[in-house]
């Protein structure tokens, strides 16, 4: 997704338009290695801190590492998964509508370039870990955001 302008919309089809503020936008330190990942990633891990994508509460989209490249961000989890992360802390806050329908957009595109399985499974971190992580009040509405991606 190099390349485009901070805040630009990336118009993938009329259904799929989300934000995207590329890794140079916004001034991203580059990562230490940068590992491709072997297959589109079949499961989607959800977290509340700064990952492979970061969604604002405006909706806007931060991007990490970027699709197709392995992440840090749940161990064992990193090669077969893609980690979006929330900004904010979801134990004391509900995610704003703008975010949730920024991931839902976010996870269409990915599906639509290959870098996501369409049979993908959305899990919160404290699925795969022993941690709080993506928050009591987000992990609660991974269930409804299963729902609506089966409807797409
Ligand atoms: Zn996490």
């Given at each position: 997704m190099d390349g485009h302008t901070p805040g630009e919309t990336v118009d993938m089809n009329s259904v799929a338009v989300v934000a995207v503020v590329c890794r140079r936008a916004w001034n991203a330190v580059d990562p230490r290695d940068r590992t491709e990942m072997?297959?589109?990633?079949?499961t989607v891990i959800v977290h509340?801190?700064?990952?492979r994508f970061l969604i604002s509460g405006d909706g806007v989209v931060y991007e990490g590492r970027g699709w197709g490249i392995v992440g840090a961000h749940a161990k064992e989890h990193n090669f077969h998964s893609v980690g979006i992360a929330f900004m904010g802390n979801f134990n004391d806050e509900l995610p704003s509508s703008e975010s949730l329908s920024a991931l839902l957009r976010l996870l269409h595109i990915g599906v639509l370039h290959g870098h996501?399985?369409?049979?993908f499974v959305l899990v919160g971190h404290r699925d795969v870990a022993?941690?709080?992580?993506?928050?009591e009040h987000l992990y609660s509405l991974l269930p409804k955001l299963r729902e609506q991606l089966q409807n797409h």
């Open positions: 072997k297959s589109p990633a079949q509340h801190t700064a990952l996501v399985r369409p049979n022993k941690t709080a992580c993506p928050g």
